[in-house]
């Protein structure tokens, strides 16, 4: 068997003096001390969602390791994770895999086929002997790395686009209890749209070239919309509409400046006024290193080049962005280690930053962090404020798709933040964007990450209140704006909401099976969503 070449690394075996007796977590398919929606079959408990275990381990020499077998494992993603680091039986291209950062992303190893029989099942480990990191299949080692002690928080399994048949799993080391997560199901009902084509209009769409990652700004005259998006999956040259119907119908690509055509990441824009003399003016970011950003003063008809913000970057800058109650602006953004330098390295430990204008978006401040971790991946901030003003809410994506979406709280304008806690799976996904319909309820726009979920990888929508959000309650209903024909990729939405009440839409998916994504805007009457919630 051609395995790829060994690392010479001394594994513990059971007994060793420096283990602690083994903890079963899973025998003969009984699960023990495990979570997840797994269904009890014939000695084997069976999934094809993440199977974690209750016990997290303290820092010091530790395995983990079980015997499982995968159906429909070809091209699947099928992995062990500890921590922040994957050990995958095969990925997309049919090989075993690791990623994290203690491997420095992604590295694909041997064709599945020469490790193990598909189909079979097989034993594996995963042991840390106070120094190296090693990871086995059928007792042939496959790989290891120099590895730190340090506490986890997360260790499991995650079939990933296959089923496993998990009949033993057990960890040896120091343990801990670990919260348990909330339910990924919902209870409330989905109303579907994806057919209402007399909803959907198509902002831009190009044969053969990704368009993706959209957002919009209203302007105060309430029908001039402006809209940027990379002719790429995030990275590529930005593309600039204008609509002067509130979206209805959309300019054909107008004129940019030429550093538009270097953009490394998602552009964002936003509206601002300058508190020092009160002009308005429209800025725009793009992300990675250096955070670069162009800006407007005359609504939108020239723009600057992009410029350096400073000495560095991050990713999906700035999703989100508040005025504050003393005229300054906070936006947000995060970075797992990559891009906040020149010279940055994947970390595998997610930080949420937060930075502050007082110019009218001109200048910004020096990033400061306000949350890190990677027990849980929390990303992509969008705020929202309370209908009181006092209070800011901070919805997360959770990357690692462990847990439901989280949530953080600021009564003091930015100034400090509250722990993350996680949502209801109602309010689970990817890049949440908030407004306020004209009866005071919220509505939320994002991807469809719900572990368990009718509309998982879809555009949809939540309609609840703020205090629902504040409570972890499930909300009043849930809308699938558009079926993605992607397993994931789809939905980074602009939303405004015109003088009448209409809220406007524009996000990109996979609409058409085996197409390119394109960009779509979906105008919503709360009046009719309503009326479709009353009927279900």
């Not at 199977?51 to 381990?57: C, K, M, Q, R, V």
């Not at 005259?221 to 995030?234: A, E, F, I, L």
Request: net charge negative; proline share 5%; with cysteine.
């Amino acid at each position: 068997m051609n395995v790829i070449a060994l690392v010479l690394a001394t594994m513990l075996q059971p007994g060793d003096s420096a283990r602690h007796d083994r903890t079963q977590l899973v025998v003969t398919g009984n699960p023990i001390s495990v979570w997840g929606d797994w269904d009890h079959h014939a000695k084997a408990l069976v999934g094809d969602s993440d199977l974690i275990s209750t016990l997290g381990l303290e820092p010091g020499p530790f395995a983990f390791g079980g015997t499982l077998r995968i159906e429909n494992q070809t091209n699947s993603a099928a992995a062990v994770f500890v921590g922040a680091d994957y050990f995958g039986f095969e990925g997309a291209r049919g090989t075993v895999f690791l990623n994290g950062p203690t491997f420095g992303g992604v590295r694909l190893l041997a064709d599945s086929d020469e490790v193990f029989r598909s189909g079979a099942s097989i034993a594996f480990d995963v042991t840390f002997d106070g120094s190296e990191l090693a990871f086995s299949i059928n007792d042939k080692e496959i790989v290891s790395a120099p590895y730190a002690a340090r506490r986890i928080s997360a260790i499991g399994l995650r079939p990933q686009r296959s089923t496993m048949h998990v009949s033993e799993l057990w960890i040896e080391g120091k343990t801990f209890e670990l919260p348990q997560p909330l339910s990924p199901r919902y209870t409330i009902p989905v109303i579907d749209l994806d057919a209402r084509t007399d909803l959907q209009t198509i902002v831009d769409r190009d044969e053969g070239q990704y368009l993706g990652h959209p957002t919009i700004a209203l302007l105060e005259d309430g029908k001039t919309v402006h809209c940027v998006y990379p002719k790429g999956h995030g990275k590529g040259g930005i593309v600039y509409k204008t609509s002067s119907d509130g979206g209805r119908t959309w300019s054909e690509r107008l004129p940019t400046p030429e550093s538009w055509a270097t953009s490394k990441e998602v552009p964002t824009i936003h509206r601002v006024i300058d508190p020092r003399d009160g002009t308005k003016r429209l800025i725009m970011w793009s992300g990675l290193y250096p955070a670069r950003l162009a800006h407007s003063d005359d609504d939108g008809r020239t723009w600057s080049e992009l410029e350096p913000m400073g000495d560095w970057g991050g990713i999906v800058i700035m999703g989100c962005l508040e005025q504050l109650k003393d005229g300054r602006y906070v936006a947000m953004f995060h970075d797992d280690g990559r891009f906040f330098t020149a010279d940055g390295k994947n970390t595998g430990v997610f930080t949420l930053y937060q930075t502050f204008s007082s110019d009218g978006g001109l200048s910004w401040s020096a990033p400061e962090a306000i949350w890190s971790g990677s027990d849980v991946q929390l990303c992509e901030p969008g705020l929202i404020r309370s209908p009181d003003g006092n209070t800011l809410a901070m919805l997360l994506r959770e990357n690692a798709r462990r847990r439901n979406s989280h949530v953080m709280f600021s009564t003091d304008e930015g100034a400090t933040w509250t722990e993350p806690r996680e949502l209801p799976a109602a309010l689970t996904g990817d890049r949440h964007t908030a407004v306020y319909t004209d009866d005071g309820r919220v509505f939320i726009s994002f991807r469809d990450t719900t572990r368990q979920s009718e509309t998982q990888g879809d555009w949809v929508a939540w309609v609840g209140t703020f205090d629902d959000i504040v409570e972890g309650r499930e909300g009043q209903y849930r809308v699938r704006l558009k079926d993605n024909k992607h397993r994931w990729d789809c939905a980074y939405p602009g939303v405004e909401i015109l003088p009448d009440g209409t809220i406007v839409l524009v996000t990109y998916g996979h609409w058409d099976e085996g197409q390119e994504p394109y960009i779509l805007g979906v105008h919503l009457d709360m009046d009719e969503l309503d009326r479709l919630w009353n009927d279900k």
